[in-house]
């Protein structure tokens, strides 16, 4: 028979909202309706007082959570393990290969986010993803391992001050010279899963791109964000005929092919993290180019 559990808040899960809290907490064995439910009837209870959805926790209190019955897991789900490139106190940086998620969903049952739950069952705070990247693009993931940190890093993110540069190989021979500014409006139209990104209309976005080198057919591009919107890089490329080696949804590519975006560099935090990537033969990447790439983001 299930008991109730009292758990002691940690200092790295201090701050939390309490919904948040128990979200992370019971991650996968109650569902969040369940959660408010609880919260709403006084099933929870901090320092033995009831509290609401959105009142702070802090380090040092006592949270009560009900007898539940964890949730089935899907014998379907199968997680693999994470390259982890950089870690400290505060934040870790992740290697995702293309084509892994980074969240999961009602037909994704492997993920980052699954991954990271899985390594770090017993963590007080789950290390919490930070941003964001394509499926299919390569490259750094940020992830917090503290609720200050992961607040810290929302704030750097909001505020424009992470630096981001990404490596691409595009169709055709990038002809112009330097650094440019690609400017665009971009708005998202189409069918609930099925939307594409398009340009002419809705936020701002905006990326520095140099180019790199080229072959007969390809060109090598360095990009660097300074925004950060849905399928930026590929809408923009693709708008000026250079569309993302094996971008399925923004290319001309019918064979099912990796695509060529990697997330090479991050500067956060006074700290910079770089990570090459895994291309081999004709999309590989010479180690001087991708020191010169690197040479962008010191610049910036």
């Known amino acids: ?11 790295a899960e201090s701050g939390q909202k309490l919904l948040q809290y128990l979200e992370r907490r019971l ?18 209870r901090v320092d033995k007082g009831r509290k609401k959805p959105f009142d702070r926790i802090t380090a040092g209190q006592i949270v009560r959570i009900p ?12 997680t693999g393990t994470l390259k982890i490139v950089h870690e400290d106190e505060s934040i870790m940086a992740i290697a995702k290969p293309a084509g892994l998620a980074a969240h999961g969903g009602d037909k994704i049952t ?3 986010t699954a991954r990271l739950r899985s390594s770090h069952a017993d963590a ?16 750094l993931l940020l992830a917090a391992k503290t609720y200050e940190a992961l607040r810290t890093l929302n704030d750097c993110f909001a505020a424009g001050k992470v630096g981001k540069l990404y490596l691409a190989w595009v169709q055709g021979i990038w002809a112009e010279k330097g650094t440019v500014l ?53 809408v923009q490329l693709a708008a000026r005929n250079h569309p993302v080696c094996g971008d399925h949804k923004y290319g001309q590519s019918k064979k099912r092919t990796t695509m060529r975006l990697h ?23 010479p180690s001087d180019i991708f020191k010169q790439a690197l040479c962008l983001l010191d610049d910036a």
Not at 263 to 282: E, Q
Request: glycine share 8%.
């Open 1 to 11: 028979m299930p008991k109730a559990q009292f758990i002691t808040v940690s200092d």
């Open 27 to 44: 991650t996968g064995d109650v569902p969040k309706s369940a959660i408010q439910k609880w919260i709403r009837k006084g099933q929870v």
């Open 67 to 78: 007898p539940y019955t964890p949730g089935a897991i899907s014998a379907t789900v199968t």
């Open 110 to 112: 492997d993920s980052v």
């Open 124 to 139: 007080a705070f789950m290390p919490t993803l930070a941003h964001r990247l394509d499926r299919d693009t390569s490259g």
């Open 182 to 234: 690609l400017e665009d409006r971009l708005g998202k139209n189409g069918a609930p899963g099925q939307e594409k990104v398009h340009t002419g209309t809705g936020k701002t976005a905006k990326a520095l791109v140099t180019g790199l080198i080229s072959n007969h057919a390809h060109s090598l591009v360095a990009i660097q964000l300074l925004t950060g919107r849905t399928h930026q890089i590929r």
């Open 263 to 285: 997330c090479a560099a991050m500067r956060v935090m006074k700290t910079t993290i770089t990570l090459a990537p895994n291309w081999s033969g004709s999309w590989d990447v």
